[in-house]
C-alpha cells in the first residue's frame, strides 16, 4: 500500500496559476503545474478537493494546537475512507517538554487523533535538533508508554543520530516498539548556485543531514524536499522510486511526503514520484493532474 501527499492540505497558490504567482515568477521555467485547485476555490473546500486528489497529508496544524474532537470529526466527513492524515504531535510534548513528563498530555492527543479511524496513519513526533543522544533514555521513556495500536514515526535532527553506534542504538530502539525512523532527503535543496541554495534552504530551513535509508517498523515514512526545477528532482525521484518498488515488494505499507521550497509546486512533484513508482510496482492512477502525459518523467539525458 502507497499513500503520497504534501505537508498541508490548503495552499492559497494552489489557486492562482497566473500574474501574481510567486513560484511561476521564480521559476518560468520550472516544469511543473501549479493548478491543483481550480481557481477562486474557497478555502472551506481544500481539504476536500486535496483527498480526491492525493492520498495522504501530514496535518501540520495539530502541531501548533489540538483540534477540537468536531474538527477531528469534520475532517473525516470531508475525506474518503481510503485517505490517510498523519497528525504531527503537539510541539508542547515534543519541543517544549522534550517528551518529559508528558504522559497524560500524549495519551490525550492520541486520544484525539484516534477520532480520524480508519483514516489515521503514523502520528508524527518530530524531535527538536536540541535533542541528542544524551536524551535518548526520555525517548526510550516515551515509546514505553506509547499506545501499541497506534503507528508512530519518529524524526531526530540532531547530527549525532546519523553516525554510528548512536545510529545503530535509536534504530534498534525504534524496531523494537515498531516504530518507524523518519528519512528525510534534502539534498534537492544543496543544487544550483550558491545563491539559490541559499534561498531555497532560507525558505524551507531543513537541516543538512545524511539519508539513512532504513526500515524499522512495517511502514515506511518519507519526506522529499524537492526543488522547484523538474530536471533536478528527476534523478532523485528516479532513486527513491526504485526505493519505493522494493518496499511494496516486501509488503511495507508507504507514506510519501513531497515539500518544496516554493509549495505551489509540492502536489506535482507528488505526482512526479508517484507516476515514476508506478513504472516499478501496480498502482491505479491518481486523479491529479487530469493529463496523465503530465506527470512522465523527464527522460534523463547522458549528455
Not at 491543483?36 to 502541531?63: A, D, H, I, K, M
Not at 530502539?173 to 515498531?178: A, D, E, T
Not at 534552504?201 to 524499522?216: D, F, G, Y
Not at 519526506?223 to 527513491?240: C, M, Q
Request: with cysteine.
Amino acid at each position: 500500500m502507497l499513500y503520497i501527499g504534501c505537508p498541508m492540505w490548503g495552499y492559497k497558490g494552489w489557486t492562482q496559476t497566473g500574474k501574481g504567482n510567486e513560484a511561476l515568477e521564480a521559476y518560468p521555467d520550472a516544469g511543473y503545474r501549479v493548478d491543483f485547485f481550480p481557481p477562486r476555490t474557497p478555502s472551506s473546500e481544500f481539504l476536500r478537493l486535496y483527498s480526491q486528489r492525493l492520498t495522504c497529508v501530514e496535518g501540520n496544524t495539530t502541531f501548533y494546537a489540538t483540534p477540537s474532537a468536531e474538527t477531528v470529526m469534520h475532517w473525516v466527513q470531508e475525506t474518503p475512507e481510503s485517505f490517510r492524515l498523519c497528525p504531527k504531535i503537539s510541539r508542547s510534548i515534543s519541543h517544549a517538554s522534550r517528551l518529559d513528563s508528558t504522559r497524560t498530555e500524549t495519551l490525550t492527543f492520541v486520544e484525539r487523533m484516534r477520532g480520524l479511524k480508519s483514516r489515521l496513519g503514523p502520528l508524527f513526533l518530530q524531535l527538536p535538533p536540541s535533542f541528542e543522544p544524551s536524551s535518548l533514555e526520555q525517548l526510550r521513556t516515551f515509546l514505553a508508554f506509547w499506545p501499541s495500536d497506534v503507528r508512530l514515526a519518529v524524526e531526530v535532527r540532531h547530527a549525532a543520530f546519523f553516525k554510528e553506534p548512536i545510529a545503530s542504538e535509536l534504530n534498534m530502539l525504534l524496531s523494537s516498539h515498531g516504530v518507524g525512523r523518519v528519512i528525510m532527503d534534502t539534498r534537492p535543496l544543496r543544487v544550483g548556485s550558491a545563491k539559490e541554495q541559499q534561498v531555497l534552504q532560507a525558505r524551507e530551513r531543513k537541516p543538512n543531514l545524511p539519508v539513512p535509508v532504513v526500515s524499522t517498523a512495517d511502514f515506511v515514512f518519507v519526506r522529499y524536499i524537492g526543488h522547484p526545477r523538474r530536471a533536478v528532482n528527476a534523478p532523485f525521484l528516479t532513486e527513491w522510486a526504485q526505493q519505493a518498488g522494493q518496499w511494496l515488494t516486501e509488503g511495507r505499507t508507504l507514506y510519501l511526503f513531497c515539500h518544496c521550497p516554493y509549495e505551489d509546486y509540492s502536489p506535482a512533484i507528488c505526482a512526479d514520484l508517484y507516476q515514476r513508482i508506478r513504472e516499478q510496482a501496480p498502482l491505479p492512477p491518481l486523479l491529479w493532474p487530469p493529463d496523465s502525459s503530465d506527470t512522465q518523467p523527464v527522460q534523463e539525458r547522458l549528455f
